[in-house]
Nanobody, 123 residues
Framework: VQLQASGGGLVQPGGSLRLSCTAS????????IGWFRQAPGKEREGVSC????????FYEDSVKGRFTLSRNKAENTIYLQMNNLRPDDTAVYYC?????????????????WGQGTLVTVSS
């Protein structure tokens, strides 16, 4: 399985960005695809997860109401729309396959990861 992420960049506080992640090489549908992020000096954390069979979404508490995860199932692509971005959203964002869980952890990753895409929120 290959995951191709894109869409990072520099944005001012309060601005928006949309990340994309396209998956290929599946022999069967994944259980879930989602996003992790890792800020400088911090541990990696789950941001959002989409359960592939029914489209349910899960979010880390700090992004609820600001980030929206959606998908184009036909194109095996997920989109993370990030609005009202804050400086503490600055991180490298990674898409990954795995399993969504209804906890602060949000997602348990499996073995497939996309390359990171840097999101910088700064004035």
């Amino acid at each position: 399985v290959q995951l191709q992420a894109s869409g990072g960049g520099l944005v001012q506080p309060g601005g928006s960005l949309r990340l994309s992640c396209t998956a290929s090489g599946f022999t069967k549908d994944p259980y879930a695809i989602g996003w992790f992020r890792q800020a400088p000096g911090k541990e990696r954390e789950g941001v959002s997860c989409l359960a592939w069979n029914d489209g349910r979404t899960f979010y880390e508490d700090s992004v609820k109401g600001r980030f929206t995860l959606s998908r184009n199932k036909a194109e095996n692509t997920i989109y993370l729309q990030m609005n009202n971005l804050r400086p503490d959203d600055t991180a490298v964002y990674y898409c990954a396959t795995g399993y969504c869980i209804a906890s602060t952890q949000v997602m348990i990753p499996s073995t497939s990861w996309g390359q990171g895409t840097l999101v910088t929120v700064s004035s």
